[in-house]
């Protein structure tokens, strides 16, 4: 084949001012001009060139070496192509105005290299789903396409083989077919419309209401031992990218390159000390002007929740605990005290982990404000304490994970640091860490056993509803629907109103867990990826609407799956925009047995479909004002019972906003009380089932063993936490009637 020389390639390369990345070449085996043309844009990032333009040059010099072959069988300078290039790069070796002019020319076809591979000099994000992918029909040629086909040949250099995996691959030629359009991570066809280009613009600040991070942990010992190779490469502070190793039907196998951009990129040699800085540490100051904030961490089981969130020694926790009990010296802050109170939620249930895991319930009150009547909290002086209370609660955690849950991965854990008022007890700010149940347990299923279903159920709903959670806040919606879980039910206040949010999603950046990393990556990608919808001005190119609204559905099929509820009549459903739907982990016909796990919420076809229907009914994407709220006080002493009835004043205070018009107040009346009928006829299923099953049991018994005291104590405990249910509903529905009847009257 090829004759040419390493010194062709090094002066091919100077010509068009690429010469910096020959010594990167040459350590992968691009010792010429032929080699180089093996090169797929898959590849221009794991060889090292990221920069837009450097990109673009790469890509233009080997689609003009490729139209030229004669230029590649002898000496580059003097031939056409040598020529060619000269005047396509212009003396000063700049391909943007020829890039540029393909862009715009290709309407309908976008071709991948100027799309899904676009670089990202200003955090254009880029996907690639080449596996995915399928030609538009409108495509019939184009004027630079990207060749649809390019070969991988033994000649060639074989980057595959950097991750480990190539060894078996057949040693015949690969031919990897590319594809002439692209899809994006959950496999939506990216279209030219720009959004990207829109969402880019949006920077990252440290003081931005949600912040989405990316941590990467290192390779562990064991992985080490295995030889497992490293797919996830940070580049830069903002960009991730995962290598996912592919084969094809045909046993090719090769790469699939993935990039996502956070606000930040954590590589695996980050320390605590670096991730809080630039995660909770902003946070910490926001509490001190009243705020309520969450920092939680979200990845899969080993992936480095609990070592960043909540290591004992080391955990963000301690570090927010010192510069908090720092913050609390100043004079000013003299009248604030810390408490700490931490607590678990398992199958939907809360358990005090400072108080032998007694079973707690959330009630709201008059206010609205949620309150976790009897969790116990300490005083906390300085951050030695905060980290006795915390190693108390940690180890009623593990011991009780041999009763209650398998393993601390099952179970969503709550820390939090509350500031209130020395003398009035009111909370003037609250942290929130949170280490999530790992995420891959929602995607439990199949032979597992009930409990086990059950637990992967409650898991998956919660970390959807979760995400939700943090879309409402990022767009200011009107409804937050914090009441699908109990995760998100507790962290109510953390979702409305002047709070903050960060997250931080940890992967583990081994080959065979890349199934999972990838799934992190694009839940936490969705959580950002809305980001851009606030942030997006007026006159932004419509067509970026119209991207958006096939991209980003608010509430996509899946997403329902897990709030169906067979036994609520259908005019009882037929609102749209029912975000008070609540099933509860007792629910034993939850209809979510088998949810579908969170990283398969994106279905194309039907996401298409449910979004476009949301269009319609999206308002125009125009500056938002954002509407924040005064910070919350309240007197409520988490330890405290909720009384039912509040004080006229109370109660008007506690409407929802003073801009809410009565339109909007019987909209949100109309669907807290469907709710509550389906709640309490659920409990009501759940209660006859349990009444049924003690008598069936005493029947059997007739003539034999009476009923035992056991079966009869299970049954009133049962029955206790039902009542409890029921009483929190009746009493949540009860108070708003009462707020609304005394607006009325006081009107
Ligand atoms: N960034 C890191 N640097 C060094 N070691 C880490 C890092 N992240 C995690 N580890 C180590 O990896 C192991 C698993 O981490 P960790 O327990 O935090 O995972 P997890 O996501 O909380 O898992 P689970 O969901 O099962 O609780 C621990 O031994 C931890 O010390």
Known sequence: MSTMSASDLLNTLQTVELDQYYSNFSCFGINNVDSLLQLTMQDYAIVGVHSMEDRKKLFQLIQTLKSEPQSRSGDIRGTSALQTLKSEFGSTGSLLPKVASVQSSTVQYQPVSTRAEAPSESGVRRRASFGK????????????????????????????????????????????????????????????????????????????RIRVCVRKRPLNKKEQKRNEIDIAAVN??????????????????????????????????????????????????????????TCFAYGQTGSGKTFTM???????????????FATLKQPQYAHLAAWGSFYE?????????????????????????VCIAGLTEHEVSDVDQLMQIFEYGNNARSTGATGANADSSRSHAIFQIVLKHKNKKKIEGKLSFIDLAGSERGADR???????????????????????????????????????????????????????????????????????????????????ELKGDSQISDGEDPQEEHVESETEPLLSDTDEGFIMDEEIPDQLMSDDHDDHLFDDADDESAGSDNPPPPQQEAKPETTHKSKSSSVTSKPPLVPRTKHVAPPRSTSFKASEEVSPVKSVSD?????????ASEAEIMEDFIRLHRQHIREIT??????????????????????????????????????????????????????????????????
């Open 133 to 208: 992918l399928r030609p538009p029909s409108s495509f019939t040629g184009g004027s630079a396409p990207v060749s649809s086909t390019e070969s991988l040949t033994d000649d060639g250099p074989n980057l595959s083989g950097r991750f480990g995996y190539s060894d078996e691959a057949p040693r015949t030629p690969k031919v990897v077919k590319r594809p002439t359009n692209t899809l994006n991570a959950y496999g939506i066809p990216i279209n030219s419309g720009g959004l990207s280009t829109a969402r880019s613009s949006s920077l990252s600040s440290l003081n931005d």
């Open 236 to 293: 830069g502070r903002r960009t991730i990218s995962i290598n996912e190793p592919k084969v094809k039907v045909d046993l090719t196998k090769y790469v699939e390159q993935h990039e996502f951009i956070f606000d930040e990129a954590f590589d695996a040699d980050a320390t605590n000390d670096d991730v809080y800085k630039r995660t909770a540490f902003p946070l910490v100051e926001y509490i001190f002007t009243g705020g309520k904030a």
């Open 310 to 324: 909540l290591d004992e020694k080391d955990g963000l926790y301690v570090k927010a605990g010192r510069d908090v």
């Open 345 to 369: 939620i398992y199958q939907g249930h809360l358990y005090d982990l400072l108080n032998a895991r007694k079973r707690l319930y959330a009630r709201e009150d008059g206010k609205q404000q």
């Open 446 to 528: 199949g032979d597992a056993d009930t409990k086990t279903r059950m637990e992967g159920s409650e898991i998956n709903k919660s970390l959807l509803a979760l995400k939700e959670c943090i879309r409402a806040l990022d767009q200011d919606s009107k409804h937050t629907p914090f009441r699908q879980s109990k995760l998100t039910q507790v962290l109510k206040d953390s979702f409305i109103g002047n709070s903050r949010t960060c997250m931080i999603a940890t992967i583990s950046p081994n080959i065979s867990n890349s199934e999972h990393t990838l799934n992190t990556l694009r839940y936490a990608d969705r959580v950002k």
């Open 651 to 659: 109660v008007t205070q506690a409407e929802p906003t003073p801009l």
């Open 682 to 747: 659920e409990v009501n299923r759940v209660e006859s089932k349990l009444l049924v099953n003690l008598t069936m049991r005493m029947g059997k018994q007739v003539g034999g063993e009476q009923l035992g005291s056991v079966s009869f104590d299970s049954y009133v405990k049962e029955l206790d936490a039902l009542m409890e249910r029921k009483l929190e509903t009746v009493l949540e529905v009860r108070n708003r009637v009462k707020q609304i009847v005394a607006g009325r009257q006081l009107g």
